[in-house]
Structure formats: C-alpha cells, structure tokens
C-alpha cells in the first residue's frame, strides 16, 4: 500500500488556483503564525523551534535551534539573518518551489526567525539563475510591507525589520554560509576559515548572524502554528518535521514529494510514489541526498546499528528515507535530491560528470580543491574519450583522498566523496572499461567518445 | 624600554615534547621559534590569515574534559587525555593555547603535505632553469622536501598569461602563481593601494591588475619579495644573477629616517639588489622602492673617484695638505650632513671643536607617505643631535650660510655631501670662498670646490645611523669602494690630527665607538657590535621633545 503524502509546507503549492499573491496566501490563513508570533517572547518562540528538533534543510543537517543558540548575543553588534536560497546542489529543486510559487510562506517564516533571534535586517541570497523567483520576491516582499508585515513596527509589536533580496551571480560555492556571506558583502564568494569565522559570531560584516535554507525557514512557520512539541511527533526522534524528497533521474514520475521523515523507504519512493523504473530496466544506484553525496548500489546489503543501538540489515529499498538512516548506511540526506539511476547508467560517465560539474563550481581559494577537483575531471573525462588506464581508478581514489578533510570548506567532501563512493562500489566498471579502452586502442578501432 | 616585561606564556607539546610559548602567538611563529618549520606558502606574520595553499596542515588536540564536571580526563599513566581532532588543521590559524599538542611531522601530516605539493605543481610550468626565483623559491624547497620525484599528472597544464607587466617594476607570471594571494593581501593592507585580484574560477583562476590600474606604488617591490614562487619578479633584478652567487650585508635604508633594515646582495663588488630585513621595531618586513634604487648611487656617473686640488688629479696626501691650508688658520664654515654616519659626525665634532669652526646644517624633507618614507629625508639628523654637531633642529635651507658669507664672516668651508647652490647659497658667494668638498657624487659645489676629498656611499662603508625612533642601527660594508679612496673615518681623523698636529691613527667604526660611548652617556655601555642585526633604541631624553618633522607613520608615533 502506498504511503500517503503529507505536505506541509507543500500544502497549497500547484492546488488549483493557489497563486503567490498576499491575498491568496492571506486567505488560505496566512501571516496568522506571524501575528501569533510576536505576541509571543522571542525566546520562547526560539525553545519551541529547539523542543521541535528541526534539522537544517540546507544539507548538513544541524539542528536549527541549536544554530540560534550559538548567536553571540554578548557582542552588542547588530544580528543579521540570512536566508540561503541559493538552491545549487544538482538533484535538487524544492526551494525554488517555495520561491516561485508559495514565497509569502518564505517571508512570514522568516520574519518570525528574525523576530525571534531580534535580527537588526533579514537578506534573501537567491541564485543567480532564479531572475523570476527575485522578482518574485521583490514583489511579494513589497506587497508584505505595505500590509506592515514587514518593514517599521511590524503589527503595532515595535519590532521593526526589513528584508532585502541579493541576487548571486551563479555560482555554487555561494551556498556555502561563509561565502555566501563573503559574497553578500560584494566580494568574492571564499568561504571563511572556520575557527574563527563561525557566522554565529563573526558573520556578515563581522556581526552575529544566521543563516538558514529556504525550507528551514519555513518549518519555523509551521513550528509557532503547531507548537515545537507537535511538531517533533512528525517523523521519529531526531529525525522531526517533514522532507521535501526531489526525486530525477530514471523514475516514470520524477518530481518533488513531501513526507515525514521515515514515513517511508527509498524503495518505496521510487516504486510506489514514483512510478517505478521506465519498463524493461532494473535499479543499478541511487544517489540519495544530492550530488555530493555518496553513491548506494542497487544490489549492496546495508548492515550497521542505528545510533539508539538497533541493528539494522537492509537492501537498497528498504532504507528508511530520514537523516540518520541515510548517514547510517554511509551516505547522507543532504539536500533531499534523489538522483535514480537505472542498468542503462555508464557510472564512469555519471562521475564524469559530476566531477565536471565540480570543476566547473570550485572557488579556487584553496589548493587540494582547485587543482584536485580538475584533476578528476580531466582523469574522468579521458576515461570516457577513449583513453581510460587501468591505473587511473587508483590514481582517483588518491586524488580524493588528498583532497577530502583538507579543504578551507566543506566542497573539498563535496566532490570528494562521489569519487570515492562511485571507486568502492562500482571498481569493476571502471577497471572494465579501462580493459575495453585498452583492447579497443590495441586493436586499432575508432576511439570510443561516449561523452556529450 | 619594555623589554624587560614578562610575558604570559602558554605551555604546548609540539610533536611530544613541552615548549612554553608567548600567549597568542601563532603556532607558525611558534614553531619556528624553536627552530622547527611548519612549511606555509600563504601565511605571512605581517598579513591578514586566509588558509588557502593548506601546506601548514597539522594535528592538533587539546586535552579531554569530563563533560559533566569540567575536570581533565587522564589517561592510565595519569597524564592528560588528549582529543585529537578528527581532521588536520592549519597552522596558520591556530594560536597556541594551554595543553594544545601538535603533530608537525606525523605520517599524516606528510601526508598532507605531498597532496598539496603535487597539487601545486600539476598545473606548475616547472621552468627552473629560466626562472628567476631558483634557489629562493619555497615551491622548489619543500617539492624537495615533500614532492613525490614524478609526476602522476598525464592530463594537458592549464595556460595562462606570462611575462606580463602588471607595474612599472613588477613583472607577473601566471602560470607559476600558486594563489596565495600574499601580493593582494600586501597591497591592500599594508601599501593601501588595493590594485590586484583574481579574477575566473577554480584551477583558471588567475591573477591580475583591476581594469586600468596598475601595481605601481612605492611598496611594489614587497610584493616580490612576499611572493614564495617566481611568478612576481622585479623588473630590476630579473635575470641579472642567480641568487646563489650573492652575498648578503646587513645594512640600513638611507632614504629617509625610517631607516629601514636592509641586506645588499652583491657579486664580486657589485650590488644586484636591495631587500628589507625584518625588523618588527621599525619596517616589520617591508621596505619603499625608492629607497632599494639608492643602490645605482654606487655605480652612477657622477661618483666622485679621484681627489682633486684645483681641478686637476692628485693624491690623498697633496688634498689633504690642501685641505689643512684651506682649514687652518682661518674663519672655517663646517656644513655637516645628516646622511654621515653617527661616527663620522663625532669625529667632525673634533674638527669643529679644534678649529671653532661655525656649523651649518640643512634639514632635508620631503613628503611623507605615512608607511615608511617619512617627511625626514635623511638617515642620521638624531645622530647629529646626540652628538652634539647641532643643538636644536636646522633650517631646510642654508640661508644662515648665505647670509655669513655676504658679510664676509667666513674665509673657507668644509663642504660635506651638500650641494650649496641648491640650498640657497650664492653663486658669487661660492666663487668667493676657499670651498672643500668632501663627498660621493660630484654637484655643483664640488664642481666650484679647490679641493675635493671623494667618500665613500653607504654600501661601502661601515657606521650606525640614528632613526626616528632614537634606535641607534649599524650597517656594514657590503662591497670595497673605489680603488684608492679611504673611508670618511680615516678621512675625517687624518683631518682632526692634523689640523693640530697630531699624528693621525687609522680608526675603524669601534675605536671611534669607545670613545663615543665615553663622550655621551646616551651611548654608555654600547659598541659597534653590541647594536646587533636589530639595533638598540637610545634614551634621548629631552631631544625627543624637539619638534621633529615626521607625522605618523608605521613605527612612528609623534608626542
């Protein structure tokens, strides 16, 4: 029996004649959170966002109430908050729904964090590539202000801030905190050395700030509607609140599904809700949690203890869709992007171009990324153009793991762990197709160029 | 002054054994201090912290603490259990800390260290041989040190711009730029001239001069200096000599009273360049352009190399006999020089003193730039104080001399360095006067002058120069001077014994030390060689209070 959705902050996104006006939002009930909210103690809202152990949507997965928490509030400096929006890790694509079609949720979410944490200004960094969700925004920010939801003494409660949006200029590494931070501050988008930049403290303009995911943002929304306590019975302990599941690749359905966290199985999702694989093929691997996170294969048995101590055994479907399975099973949620592939997959081409898109995306601030990242690319590429050697899986493996854990940030992982995921699991295909590159070569045969 | 204050210090355990270090200090400095090296290619002790190249990669861990009483765990032999961080960290980030221990040289580390050094070079055009940075270059040292002796890397280098002209004296490669981004840090931070960047992505990036603007400031040479690979080269220096074959003098900055610390590279008694010396008490590891060109002085075509009576050649002897008659007997004008070295100033004291000589001095100023290049362009004006050559601050020009010599109150002039038609001296009076010249290059007084005694320049001679600190600094005589000329000491003392019919000795800089240091109690207890590499800062006592010219600059402070 399929498991049925339950959408949250999905609720009236693509229902028939929702649109992202004030005025439809308002009346589908919305700003009512906001004005409970600042009747409410700032800090109580923030116990309740931590009592409902909402984890971060960006990737990491860090507790947003702990994050609060950290605020250098002794400073005296004014605090910031920052909304990433720069929704940029490939596989994933449920913040630019919010933005697009639902953005007044965005905001009044946001509002109620930066009543709640007292931040001095609230800022948007939308992705370069968003023009229309900026507009969007724009518009909807505008259309708040003058129903005083925002801007001067927000809802007679004396509070008062506002919401500027910033356009990136496409690139990936902005969605990393500190260099978006960099990069809101018009520079370079390199992200910080962290000690001692942690935004907590010294974030943007050297001033306590915080900086969350657009979803995040959201569930505060829904935590002040449903108190921290309700909210944390969604899902399993740990694991709180609903996931926004972007499911691409080889489905009959791919698209964005919200459930509660382990509400159900990878197997589940991909058979029950999307369609199952295109007919006459078979699972071959699944990326779970966006691009940069490690590789499962379809046929691999999942065998570990859960960190309440269960002992689990799983196949690839039956893994249960919520943090920590997937960090049990030696990969992650990450970003919720559920990346499908099927038997028709050349895995050494999949990583070509992961690792493509990796090149493309390092900042070059610091060595073993910058030229390591390439390094793989340009070694992955050849392997597709016809000139793969036995040697080069081993010579990724090192070129990973020279760069994994030694980086300024936490994109050195990111491109790291897809090679080193795609080597352990799939290491028969690659040394394969160095054998057939090899014989091919030998024998004189067109060089095989099977990369776009 | 405050060295004598006791510093709080932190105890570390640097690959297992215990150093106390100061509080605060960087673990790289830290490092060093013991005589061990964290090898670091972005870090710079004078710049801001970025952590990019990742060669100073270590491991750290600070002792474990119960989590619920706070008290250090211990381990069976009852010392302190230490939580290693999961991941190696920088060094330049880490200020040291009480109970940190580091690993600067595990197998991990090493580790670390090959991947960043092949990282490096991959897209590196190792061209050492036509490199100029070879032999100085950190990319070389530690690709030795930590580089794998091959090359896994079969893919196609990157290629980007080289040989480019990025300022007047700073030629840019891009291909062996390693982005540590030390040049742009430099010219933003300290020249406050924010002209470079990067500008492309990830392996493409590169560096570059923002649209229409140059690295053209007075500090641009630094930026070579800092640069740890070859890809900033002086325009100057470039493929002159490897620098190998060039031997390193201390020696001090004469272009302002700064006096900034510097080292003269030379070869067989030519210079080929000019760099800082770090000195954190008066130019840290910096250094002007302006005052690193001083060097072509030596070579420059109006040095004075032979003596001469009435414009013809003669021998040191027959200028000195010419010069005592010009000295002797008469109403004698001294003009002194704030460029002479503090011994040469005190032995021209004697010579003041036996002949009542009057003194003139000019006070030589220029505009400052608030780093390093002070309003004071002249290296020893305190020195001329402390020793009593002048008692209060000169006029900039010599119009005092000028109005002596139309009231006809003075018969002749010892003339040193200065040129006084360019002070405010007339023509007539000049011509009017027995002149005699004691300098390096040629001017239109020693043009005038009936005896003209050559010296030597600053890289040829040994002396200590008083800054605008009061800090007394040495330099030493980095190559022999012109065939045939003494120093200004044994010049200046063959002068002072004969003018009253002594025989002259031959003094070198601490023989006249001894008595200095008898004659002024500023210089009590001091000698040539107790001022060290680092110099020694003076108790002028109520000299300080005169008012200077210098507004605040780097190391400077005005009351």
Known sequence: MAVEETRIIFKHIDRQGYTNGIDCYERHGGYAELKKAVGMEPDAICAEVMESGVRGRGGAGFPAGMKWKFLDRKSGKPIYLVCNADESEPGTFKDRQIIYKDPHQLIEGMMITAFAIRAKLAFIYIRGEFFEGARILERAIEEARAKNYLGDNILGSGYSCDIIVHRGAGAYICGEETGLIESLEGKRPYPRIKPPYFPAALGLYQCPTIVNNVETLCNVKHIVNMSGKVFAEIGTPGNTGTRIWCVSGHVRKPGYYEFPCAALTLGELIYDICGGLLPGRSLKAVIPGGSSSKILRADERFKGKLRDGTEFDWGINDIPMDFDSLSAVGSMSGSGGVIVMDDTTDIVEALANINYFYAHESCGQCTPCREGVQWMKKVTYRMCNGAAREEDVELLRSIAGQIEGRTICAFGEAASWPVQSFLAKFNDEFVAKAKAQAARNASGEAVETTLI | ?559
């Open chain 2, 1 to 559: 002054m405050s060295e004598t204050k006791q510093l709080e210090t932190v105890t570390v355990n640097v690959d297992g054994v215990e150093h106390a270090f100061p509080k605060g200090m960087n673990l790289v400095d830290a490092v060093a201090s013991i005589g061990s090296e964290i090898p670091h290619y972005c870090y710079h002790p004078k710049l801001s912290v970025v952590g990019n190249c990742r060669m100073c990669l270590i491991e750290m861990g600070m002792p474990m603490r119960d989590r619920a009483t706070g008290e250090a765990l211990l381990d069976a032999d009852g010392k302190p259990k230490i939580g290693w961080m999961p991941k190696p960290a920088i060094g330049c980030a880490t200020t040291v800390a009480p109970g940190m221990h580091v690993k600067t040289n595990s197998p991990l580390v090493r580790d670390c260290r090959n991947g960043v050094m092949e990282f490096l070079l991959i897209n590196h055009p190792l061209d050492c041989p036509i490199c100029d940075q070879a032999g100085e270059c950190r990319l070389q040292e530690f690709a030795t040190d930590y580089g794998r002796g091959y090359s896994r890397y079969t893919e196609a280098k990157n290629v980007k711009p080289k040989r480019t002209r990025i300022g007047p004296r700073v030629m840019l490669d891009d291909e062996r730029c390693i982005l540590c981004s030390r040049c742009i840090r430099f010219s933003k931070e300290i020249a406050n001239d924010d002209v470079l960047g990067f500008i492309d992505r990830g392996s493409y990036s590169t560096l570059t001069c923002f649209p229409g603007k140059q690295l053209e400031n007075n500090y641009s040479l630094n930026t070579v200096d800092i640069c740890p690979v070859g890809a900033l080269t002086s325009t100057d220096f470039r493929f002159k000599m490897r620098v190998w074959f060039l031997k390193q003098v201390d020696s001090i900055c004469t272009e302002s009273s700064v006096g900034a610390n510097t080292e003269v590279w030379s070869r067989e008694g030519k210079i080929y360049r000019v760099t800082p010396r770090r000195n954190d008490e008066v130019n840290d590891t910096w250094m002007t352009d302006s005052g690193r060109a001083l060097y072509q002085l030596a070579e420059a075509e109006n040095r004075l190399l032979r003596y001469a009576v009435d414009g013809q050649p003669s021998s040191f002897e027959a200028a000195i006999a010419a010069s005592l008659d010009a000295l002797k007997g008469r109403r004698l004008g001294i003009v002194a020089s704030a460029h002479a070295s503090l011994e040469e100033q005190f032995l021209l004291k004697r010579i003041v003193e036996v002949t009542r000589a009057r003194v003139f001095m000019a006070y030589h100023q220029g505009e400052g730039d608030g780093i390093l290049l002070s309003e004071d362009r002249s290296p020893n004006l305190r020195g001329a104080l402390l020793t009593g050559l002048i008692d209060s601050l000169p006029a900039v020009d010599l119009s005092a001399l000028d109005q002596a010599l139309t009231a006809g109150e003075l018969d002749s002039l010892l003339v040193i360095h200065e040129d006084l038609s360019a002070l405010g001296v007339s023509a007539d009076n000049l011509a009017k006067t027995k002149v005699v010249f004691a300098g390096t290059h040629s001017n239109a007084t020693s043009e005038a002058a009936q005896v003209v005694l050559p010296t030597l320049t600053v890289f040829e001679r040994a002396g200590s120069f008083v800054n605008q600190n009061f800090r007394a600094q040495r330099f030493k005589s980095a190559v022999p001077g012109p065939q045939g000329i003494a120093s200004d000491l044994t010049l200046l003392e063959t002068l002072a014994a004969l003018v009253v019919g002594e025989t002259p000795t031959h003094p070198d800089v601490n023989t006249v030390w001894q008595s200095l240091s008898v004659a002024n109690p500023v210089f009590a207890g001091l000698d040539y060689n107790g001022l060290g590499s680092m110099g020694v800062a003076l108790e002028p006592g109520p000299l300080a209070e005169l008012p200077f010219v210098e507004t605040r600059n780097l190391k400077y402070n005005p009351r």
